[in-house]
């Protein structure tokens, strides 16, 4: 699609949400999208593209270790985190092979390198050629951006 000049792509994975069985649920789904998506990245590297293409695989939430129920060995889950998620982007202007931003050792604060979700909705702007401040769309009588008013930046860190 890419190729024939269609300028986004999304694609959806459902089932990721799991609140028990997570060893057996979990290895499952990685299975799943491992490969086809380390093939797009290489496809669309092999064909000079992905310079231009940027790649984004995340979710809607991080996960904490902690869980809700019965907690066993095999049969466990992970309780949703809505401030510490991870994300992969690669392609398009973001640097790549990079680790950026960390939490404890309980998956449940942001101890290094936060990136706010307005902040990586403003660096995936910028690299589409977009400042984030003045793309504003009308919402009940109001200019709203994307990145909210809260004075998103664009992390130059990810960035080449």
């Given at each position: 699609m890419a190729e024939r000049g269609v300028r986004f792509v999304q694609l959806f994975h459902r089932g990721w949400d799991q609140q028990?069985?997570?060893?057996?649920?979990?290895?499952?789904?990685?299975?799943s999208v491992d490969q086809p998506v380390a093939g797009l990245i290489k496809d669309l590297q092999q064909r000079g593209m992905l310079d231009?293409?940027?790649?984004?695989?995340?979710?809607?939430?991080?996960?904490?270790?902690?869980?809700?129920?019965?907690?066993?060995?095999?049969?466990?889950g992970r309780d949703h985190h809505g401030r510490c998620f991870t994300t992969c982007v690669t392609g398009g202007g973001f640097k790549r092979g990079i680790d950026?931003?960390?939490?404890?050792?309980?998956?449940?604060?942001?101890?290094?390198?936060?990136v706010h979700i307005n902040d990586l909705?403003?660096?995936?702007?910028?690299?589409?050629?977009?400042d984030h401040e003045h793309f504003t769309v009308k919402?009940?009588?109001?200019?709203?951006?994307?990145?909210?008013?809260?004075?998103?930046?664009?992390?130059?860190?990810?960035?080449?």
């Open positions: 028990d069985d997570l060893p057996a649920g979990l290895k499952k789904n990685c299975e231009d293409t940027i790649v984004i695989f995340g979710g809607e939430f991080g996960r904490t270790i902690y869980g809700q129920g019965t907690l066993t060995q095999t049969n466990h950026y931003g960390m939490t404890d050792d309980y998956s449940y604060n942001i101890v290094k390198d936060p909705n403003a660096t995936v702007l910028h690299n589409l050629g977009i919402h009940q009588g109001l200019d709203a951006r994307l990145t909210g008013v809260e004075g998103a930046r664009v992390v130059n860190e990810l960035l080449l």
